[in-house]
């Protein structure tokens, strides 16, 4: 145990290798209807695994995380269309964008605790959404097109907002295990479980929370940009709906909220249910609801919460291995 | 010797409630001081300004003569500032092991050795075994223990120490008294107990305190028969000195 432990970055690493050629070789088997199903599901899995580092990595509960969804698909929009510039090239600038955003509006919010602090960021959302409504610059309530991509080449379009789809995936499970693992995960969980303590023992809790409030909202942001990309217009109804947090929230609690593991599941799931039931209208809201509630009746800590307390199996946990127990458990046996 | 931490003239107030009036004390390296006191007396509060967790309303804190007064609690865990809580506050998600991690880590005084002192700590305090069981599910007894391995793994140069003795049993009592005095000779240690026995083993002074105020000063002995101390723990000095 304390063997494979100890070999789980190496693992990882190996695991992280192969799904990015996988990510890479995609395009030359997959046609692009079926592309743009998995960009689709890479972007909702990144919203929601975003959520999923604020509030099970960093102790940031926000109701509000459609903020940055539509922050950086607009960003990316608006700067295209009035620069004419290439938007695969400014994307990178849309987790920019996200991040100032967040750390702009974290005096005020963080000012607030808990589910206080939870729905002034929504409340942030909707004036933002408000704001972008009610002003023809920036496509009011009809929203904007994508003008760069009107004369790119479709599958090069597709196969590069895939790409950039893939490359949220891959850091929503990857970059979040060694995130995790870091001295910064180390940091974040400390404040997570106990802020005074985490004080106690030398660490910032303000500018912590900080920290990781801007990154997962950046990249919530990145996510954003390639989502509403990848279907060329953006309209502040859609980007900055409050169903984006439902969704998010659904994937993460009956996947396992605080696990890497937990809301690929969750995603897997949703996208399950949409394909079977969407068609029924309501009723398929009110399975997603049901399911919800039956999971967190069943366990709090999600579907893989349990797997994992059950199997013992914990693939990417952060956990630091101390290699006492089993030395302490050698010498009980030796003596 | 000039102390490692003193404090001039603390006070502080909750509403009407005085929980430190006008406190001065100092503690030098290789030195312990005990504060005792009845429920309410106002230790835990005098100890949450050591720390920087609340702000005095008047008075002074010095750390190696430097003014601390304002300075931020983490901050202070950089300069050498040491505490456990009473009530165990572990990271409860973590490990018993990461908790004291993070100790070691984010002191930034065991640079490149932190693995290694979390495990030493742990060994030193009886952990070892629990080492790799989150702190949350962990048994009181053993957070207690924790309490004090994380605030070790600070490598701090001033310990404040909150009822660390409340609850364990006897021998247990013992070891801790081995731990501490151990650790005493580079330290300085301000203590916080109601187990007395336990303080006196190890405290070169103790202040007693009531309603915020001293009412007692000296070694153990003389601090256990102070009558002020008598009558605030006994009752009225006259039932307890004819018998004594």
Known sequence: MTGLASMRPTLVGIAAAFATGLVIATPWFVAEGNMRLMIEIFAVFAFAQGWNFLAGYVGIMSFGQQLFIGLGAYFLFLASNWTGANPFLILPLSFVFSALFAAAISPFVFRLRDAYLAISIWVVAEIVRLFIS???????????????????????????????????????????????????????????????????IGINVWWTRFFGFVLGSGFTGAAGAVYYMSVFHVEPGGAFDPNWMVVMLFIVIIGG???????????????????????TGNLYLMLLGSAAV?????????????????????????????????????????? | MAPVVSVEGLTRRFGAITVADDLSFAVG????????????????????????????????????????T??????????????????????????????????????????GEEA?????????????????????????????????????????????????????????????????????????????????????????????????????????????????????????????????
């Open chain 2, 29 to 68: 390296s290789g030195e312990c001081l005990g504060i005792i006191g009845p429920n309410g007396a106002g230790k835990t509060s005098v100890f949450n300004m050591l720390a920087g967790a609340i702000r005095p309303h008047a008075g002074r804190i010095f750390l190696d003569g430097r003014d601390i």
């Open chain 1, 257 to 279: 909220v605080g696990t890497v593991e937990g809301p690929i599941i969750g995603t897997a799931i949703y996208f399950l249910f949409r394909a079977w039931f969407a068609g």
């Open chain 1, 134 to 200: 009610q002003r023809d610059a920036l496509g009011s309530v009809s929203g904007l097109p994508l003008v760069a991509t009107r004369e790119m080449e479709r599958s090069l379009v597709a196969t590069s907002s895939f790409y950039y789809a893939g490359a949220l995936a891959l850091i929503s499970v990857f970059g979040l295990y060694y995130l995790s693992i870091s001295r910064l995960g180390l940091a974040l969980a400390a404040v997570r479980d106990n802020e005074g303590t985490a004080s106690a």
């Open chain 1, 294 to 335: 039956l999971v967190m009746l069943i366990s709090p800590r999600g579907i893989w919460g349990v797997v994992k307390s059950k199997s013992g199996v914990d693939l990417l946990g952060a956990r630091h291995a101390s290699g006492l127990e089993a030395a302490a458990k050698k010498s009980r046996t030796i003596s």
């Open chain 2, 70 to 111: 304002e300075t931020s609690q983490h901050a202070r865990t950089l300069l050498g500032l040491g505490r456990t809580y009473q009530v165990p506050q572990p990271f409860g998600l973590l490990t018993a092991f990461e908790n004291v991690l993070a100790a070691a880590t984010f002191s930034r005084r065991s640079r």
């Open chain 2, 116 to 244: 290694e002192v979390a495990r030493s700590v742990l060994v030193r305090t009886g952990l070892a075994a629990r080492a790799d069981v989150p702190a949350g599910s962990l048994p009181l007894l053993d957070r207690k223990r924790l309490e004090l391995a994380r605030a070790m793994a600070l490598k701090p140069r001033v310990l404040l120490l909150d009822e660390i003795a409340g609850g364990l049993t006897e021998a247990e009592v013992v070891q801790l008294v081995a731990l501490i005095g151990a650790l005493k000779p580079d330290l300085a240690i301000v203590w916080i107990e109601h187990v007395t026995h336990a303080l006196s083993a190890v405290a070169d002074r103790i202040l007693a305190i009531n309603f915020g105020s001293r009412i007692a000063e000296g070694t153990p002995a003389e601090v256990m028969a102070h009558p002020a101390v008598l009558e605030v723990y006994m009752g009225t000095v006259l039932d307890v000195a004819p018998r004594g």
